[in-house]
């Protein structure tokens, strides 16, 4: 994002969030040209920029009014979901499955995607990366490279740790295929069928496919919007249900967007040690934070052992290469085991062009520039759907990650919207998805991982239109549109 757009940005939240109220003056241009340390001219083209977007008019002489019609935001979720507590067998995958089926073509608007446009990743770089490695595999690598995975790999993984103030060596790493076998093996290394495992309340539906294929029971656990899981309802539903787990996402959770501040983080930590509940770590979302810094995960308070975190390179760098690693703490035999049992390793080559790709340092280039890019969709996301959505909308404001939460009025069924939506060629994840409970029928998740343009905005006006009851367009191309 150029410098001006940083501003109007800035800007743009700040009317958004109410600081800054209809009919109030932007700072002049030599006051914001000061204080920002940019040039005058940066400082136009921001104020250019709002006013193209209807946020903010020009008096002759005067100055930068924020305009009348500027568009107030729609509220965030404020209630912690509140589950029945009762342990129940999983039956989500059907409904999963179908969903997403019905949502792999390119000619849909991808908003019920689990994934961010494949552009915004560094592919030719990497794929050069890979490509030499490849052709420079020494053929004993795939004997030495079995499980665990690549050396070089492993410490690239337990630099990237070190950078975050998590000491973890690399002999400690599991490289798996994506996070999605990480959080497999984690989860069956410690539970057998008839379990327990506590989830959040909503939690990511392949959590829950994955309790369906291991016969595990789940029991939803009550979850802040904003803060993540709730203590007290955690601890209550330990001393209950005598869990062999907990499955659970501390940074920009999906769906609901939430993070939780690292006091809470370590005191859910000794919780879980007192206990002696595995905290099996989905940590997928942590690299694509807003603010200045990384959010630490659970493992950094983890003395005794029992956080098993994963994560992959699936959101960040490498969607396709299916590579994620788990760092299971006590449970490292266990899960190695697994490992060895289900897959055996992981493609040689895959992890060798990360590792190459790592070692040659633009990483975190890319990173800050998808993070900026990222921000930029959430914030015209969140504009157009408090738009286009019927009033009592609320949509969450995720300090990270690609996923906004949209709380529809009572009554709204959003699977019959994702039906209609799906007529339509526009793709959503309808709440029921993220609850084994088949919960949050008014509830929806839009991925902002894709750039805001016409065809989403025209999208979104119609999911707005056809919440609200009104009748739906189609937002396919026309059958001509590329051929
Ligand atoms: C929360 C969460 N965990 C895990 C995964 C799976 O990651 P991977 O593609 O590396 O298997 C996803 C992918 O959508 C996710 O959203």
């Known amino acids: 994002m ?19 109220k209809a009919g109030d003056r932007l700072p002049s241009v030599r006051q914001a040209s000061a204080s920002r340390h940019v040039s005058p001219s940066t400082v136009f083209e921001a104020y250019y920029l709002l006013e193209a977007r209807g946020l903010v008019r020009a008096k002759p002489r005067s100055g930068y009014y924020v305009a009348q019609s500027a568009r107030a935001l729609a509220p965030e979720p404020d209630r912690a979901s509140r589950p029945d507590g009762e342990a129940r067998p999983v039956v989500i995958s059907e409904l999963v499955a179908g969903i997403l089926r019905s949502a792999t073509s390119r000619d849909v608007v991808p908003l019920g995607s689990a994934f961010p446009s494949p552009w915004l990743f560094p592919l030719k770089r990497l794929g050069r990366a890979t490509a030499v490695a ?11 490279d079995l499980a665990p995975g690549s050396k070089s790999l492993r410490r690239q993984i337990a630099l990237r740790y070190l950078i975050d103030g998590v000491q973890i060596g690399a002999d400690q790493i599991i490289v798996t295929n994506g996070a999605t076998e990480a959080l497999n093996l984690c989860l069956a290394a410690v539970c057998k069928p008839g379990d327990t495992v506590l989830v959040e309340s909503p939690c990511f539906y392949a959590c829950l496919q994955v309790l369906e294929r291991l016969g595990l029971h789940a029991v939803e656990v009550a979850t802040d919007p904003r803060e993540g899981i709730d203590l007290d309802a ?41 206990y002696g509940v595995p905290l099996v770590e989905d940590d997928v979302y942590s690299e694509l934070y807003f603010d200045n810094q990384r ?64 070692e040659r340092g633009s990483h975190e280039r890319h990173l800050r520039e998808l993070r900026l890019v990222l921000r930029k969709n959430r914030d015209q996301y969140i504009e157009a759907i408090s738009h286009f959505f019927p ?5 969450s404001r ?19 919207l994702h039906r209609t939506a799906m007529a339509a060629g526009i793709s959503i994840a309808p709440g029921p998805m993220f609850s084994a409970s ?23 006006e119609t999911l707005g239109r056809a919440a609200g009851t009104g009748p739906i367009a189609s937002c396919r191309p026309p059958a001509s549109a590329g051929a």
């Open 2 to 20: 150029k410098r001006y757009e940083v501003l109007a940005a800035d800007i743009a939240a700040s009317i958004q969030n109410g600081t800054l």
């Open 391 to 395: 009033e009592g909308t609320r949509v």
């Open 398 to 416: 995720p300090a990270g990650g690609y996923f906004l939460w949209v709380e529809m009025p009572d009554g709204t069924d959003s699977l019959a």
């Open 438 to 460: 088949v919960d949050f029928g008014n509830c929806v998740r839009i991925n902002f991982g894709h750039p805001f343009d016409a065809r989403v905005e025209a999208a979104l």
């Open 234 to 274: 955690l601890e209550a539903a330990i001393v209950r249900h005598r869990p062999k787990a907990c499955w659970l996402m501390t940074n920009f959770q999906n769906p609901l967007g939430s993070a939780m501040g690292a006091d809470k983080k370590k005191a859910l930590v000794e919780l879980a040690s007192r």
């Open 295 to 358: 959010p630490v995960p659970l493992k950094t308070f983890d003395t005794d052992g029992w956080v098993m975190h994963c994560s992959s390179f699936s959101k960040t760098l490498a969607p396709g290469y299916r590579i994620g690693w788990t760092s299971p703490g006590r449970f490292l035999r266990e899960v190695a085991q697994q490992k060895l049992t289900t897959s055996l390793a992981t493609s040689i080559p895959s992890q060798l062009g990360i590792a190459r790709y790592l």
């Open 134 to 144: 490849a052709a420079e595999l020494d053929p004993w690598k795939t004997v030495d």
